[in-house]
């Protein structure tokens, strides 16, 4: 699989560091006033380019990737009344975006959610992540303040 953009020649060699050291293979072809920046990697099924040029971000979707499978955690798991805790959303198969939902985490599109609660109460949190593959099932975790 190759991804191909075009950067402006001063940005090359950045980009070409960056991608050297994941153990790519990279090409430069220099066109003026760009040059085309050619990104091979045989592992990967897939890329997902984010950001605008000439500041992008390329993401390998490895060949042997499926969908995202997250398992949420919380620490603490069982927090006093008041106390704050993180939910970590923990996916497999590389996500590159997230969706949260439940509480003061819904519209959240980060890997963690940080919570707290004033009085006693369980809410249930879900979380599903998204990559080249596709988006995950919302997997889901309950949070009892006491």
Do not use: D, E, H
Request: hydrophobic content about 40%; some cysteine; charged content about 5%.
């Amino acid at each position: 699989m190759t991804a191909t953009n075009r950067y402006p020649l001063a940005q090359w060699s950045l980009a070409a560091c960056a991608l050297a050291a994941a153990a790519a293979l990279v090409t430069l072809s220099p066109r003026a006033p760009a040059a085309t920046f050619t990104y091979t990697n045989p592992s990967c099924s897939s890329f997902v380019i984010t950001g605008t040029p000439p500041t992008q971000t390329v993401t390998c979707v490895s060949a042997a990737v499926g969908s995202p499978v997250c398992t949420p955690t919380a620490t603490p798991a069982a927090p006093a009344i008041g106390q704050q805790t993180t939910i970590s959303a923990n996916c497999t198969n590389q996500p590159t975006a997230y969706a949260w939902t439940g509480g003061a985490c819904t519209g959240l599109t980060t890997a963690t959610c940080k919570v707290s609660k004033s009085r006693a109460s369980t809410v249930t949190y879900g979380v599903s992540a998204t990559n080249g593959s596709g988006t995950g099932a919302v997997a889901q975790i309950a949070v009892t303040w006491q």
